[in-house]
């Protein structure tokens, strides 16, 4: 058991470690290419993301969680199944590939992408490359040896800076993006085989790929109801906008969602970790519940609300003058983003930790009850119109699990709002003083910068006054450590 908690610590170090260093890195990147590439091209980059994340669903079919939850009678064992995985996988993949370069240029119409099914047929050569290295990766995770994934993962951050980039500048498209895209897979190929214990044989067995099967059904279905809620409305968008827009709509999400990536993927692994340990003790899953909540929410909210007031300044500097129109959006979609994260999207990892995913499929079920009309009303007025729909929407699934979560557990929506109420008042205070200057300055980019950090102040400084947020700001690196 000592050992075992040795592990945790250590791949969780490591976890923690590698996804902050590749949420400092790609807002550089996405910075640098935002000032060489138009809108355009980031929209044609979206399309094809969304037809390759769509088919790895069915090329996974759930292998990776079954071979990291699952006991495994011996090493044989497992490696037996590995195999079987893999080449169910890799031949699944293929067979997809090759589906889609026969009907590339009818898919590239139906997302909205017509001309383009060369960059489809292209880019869909992710599929195999990410089934043949997924394998590799769930045993890593498996074993607990996060120290590999780190150097999978940093140099897979570092391919933008020396492949994508420099092919962006001689370039100016779109293609420097795919190629780069297709580098960070084989790379993720090619080292994760090298440094396996485990390579594939010719072995294969109907028996273990049926088992696998009937154990990974749900996950399929789980991982379905996801990428709907991630990419229906992109569907929507691309077919009834055109690229440009599209572009934009993608890249103000992805903008805020490295942001807000620099706090949730320190804690959303640690939270899971933690509330799983729990899952048979309630009161102690519900104490450990509120206070992720709390410390996320110090942190999460004032961020949200800081981008929302500041959307001009953080669109000028991110991705520069040519992506004024993404402005409103990156604003709005920061704000909810706060509020979604601390009151709906933990709530998910409680259900994982329970034992219950089949509860995350019906919040996600009837989320896109209120998404798709919504979406497909508001595109036929415009891209601001949509814009504004869209991040209000999205507020629908904090409702959704508020009911969930109250039946299930008992955890109330009013106690969730009692619990991070000292954050919601130090930010508004923070808004107010904010909206006082910007009424009597002009827009120099400076003085803005020093009133975002004068911002920062006032919110701790009113968050101080209550005495549990006080405790937790002093002593946050100890905090964070202990939870």
Known sequence: MSNLNNQV??????????????????????????????????GVLVTATMVISFAEIFTDA??????????????????????????????????????IILFAEPIAILVGSEGHGDVIAVSCFCIPLAAFSSIQMALYKRNLDFKTLFLVRIIGVLIPLVV?????????????????????????AIILTIKSPWKPKWFYSFKLLKEMFSFTVWSMIEAISIWLTGYVDIFIVGTMLNEHYLGIYRTSMSTVGQIMGLITAATTPVLFSSLSKLQDDDAGLKKMFFSFQKLVGILVIPLGVGIFLFQDLITTIL?????????????????????????????????????KPKLSVLMQACHLCFLIPAIM????????????????????????NAVIIYIVLRISFSSMIKN?????????????FVLLIHA?????????????????????????LFPKERDIVFNLKKYLVRK
């Open 420 to 432: 991070i109420m000292p954050s919601i008042v130090a930010a508004i205070v923070m808004s107010g």
């Open 377 to 400: 009303i508001a595109v036929d007025y415009g891209f601001n119109v949509l814009c504004d729909v869209r991040s209000i929407i999205r507020l629908t699934a904090i409702l959704i």
């Open 164 to 188: 994508t980039i420099p092919l962006a500048y001689f370039t100016r498209s779109y293609w420097s993006l795919i190629i780069g895209m297709i580098a960070l897979n084989l790379s993720n």
């Open 9 to 42: 610590v250590t791949a969780t170090k490591w976890s923690t470690v590698t996804e902050i260093a590749a949420k400092l890195v790609s807002p550089i990147s996405t910075m640098v290419l935002a000032r060489l590439l138009t809108p355009d091209a980031f």
């Open 319 to 355: 991705l520069g003058n040519q992506w004024h129109e993404a402005a409103h959006f990156i604003g709005l979609w920061g704000l909810t983003s706060a509020v979604t994260i601390v009151l709906s999207h933990y709530c998910s990892e409680l259900y994982r930790a329970k034992g």
């Open 440 to 464: 009597n300055t002009n827009d120099s980019i400076i003085l803005q910068i020093v009133f975002c950090g004068i911002s920062a102040a006032i919110y701790f400084i009113i968050l101080l």
């Open 62 to 99: 759930g292998f990776q969680k079954y071979l990291i939850q699952h006991k495994f009678k011996s090493t044989d064992d497992l490696y037996r199944s590995t195999t079987v995985a893999f080449w169910s996988n890799l031949t699944l993949s293929l067979v997809i590939w090759f589906g």
